[in-house]
């Protein structure tokens, strides 16, 4: 079947399809381990109970097209009304179709369903699509963590302020 015609979706993972999360991690760390400061090794004999405990305590959202995972992003809580954006990832053949995009707004909708009232996510100022990734959806930088570690936020319940208004200029 063409990969057009293949159905696309975005949902929640359960618990118990956990492991599912597995392959995923491994890609993205495979990948780009600088981007989420993690190294593949570490899960590589993470057991199916690691995986399970993990979806369980990270809300995750899974992109499949067909009967493949293609893309991840995971939301943490953030004081009472805040919630934190985590490992963001499409698989490198699916990138630049609007996925990551769509990722990001499914994770929003729902943590703002629940009442948060603002998103933060900690990018590599040099890992340029993920902060452009950001930027299209509202977030603004705000500062920098640590050496090369930048901050943006979104307030959920406003537009995005205007580039002018923003509280420090962001130089990639
Ligand atoms: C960051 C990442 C998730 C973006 O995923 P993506 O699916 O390519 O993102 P999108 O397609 O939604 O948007 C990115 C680009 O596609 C463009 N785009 C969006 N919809 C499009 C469409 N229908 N057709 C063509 N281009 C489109 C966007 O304008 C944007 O363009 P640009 O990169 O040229 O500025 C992906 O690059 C990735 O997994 N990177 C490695 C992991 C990573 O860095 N994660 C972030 C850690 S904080």
New binding site residues.
């Given amino acids: 079947m063409n990969s057009h015609l293949k159905k696309t979706s975005i949902r929640r993972l359960l618990p118990k399809e956990g492991m599912r999360l597995k392959p995923l991690r491994l890609r ?1 760390l495979q ?2 381990p600088k ?2 400061n993690e190294h593949m090794a570490k899960f590589q004999e993470k057991n199916d109970d690691y995986w399970i405990g993990r979806a369980e305590k990270i809300e995750t959202f899974i992109l499949s097209v067909g009967s493949m995972d293609v893309g991840t992003i995971g939301v943490e809580p953030l004081g009472e009304e805040g919630v934190r954006l985590i490992t ?3 698989d490198p053949t ?9 990722l990001i707004r499914e994770a929003l909708t729902v943590a703002m369903a629940r009442g948060a009232e603002v998103a933060v ?1 900690e ?1 590599l100022r040099e ?1 340029h ?2 902060v ?2 950001y930027e ?1 959806e509202g977030f603004r930088y705000v500062g920098e963590t640590k050496e090369g570690v930048i901050t943006m936020e979104k307030y959920l319940d406003r537009d995005p302020m205007p580039l002018e208004m923003q509280p420090l200029t962001f130089n990639p």
Wanted: proline fraction near 0%.
């Fill in positions: 993205m990948e780009m981007a989420f963001l990832w499409v699916h990138r630049h179709k609007g996925y990551g995009r769509a996510v990018v890992n699509n993920a452009t990734c299209e």
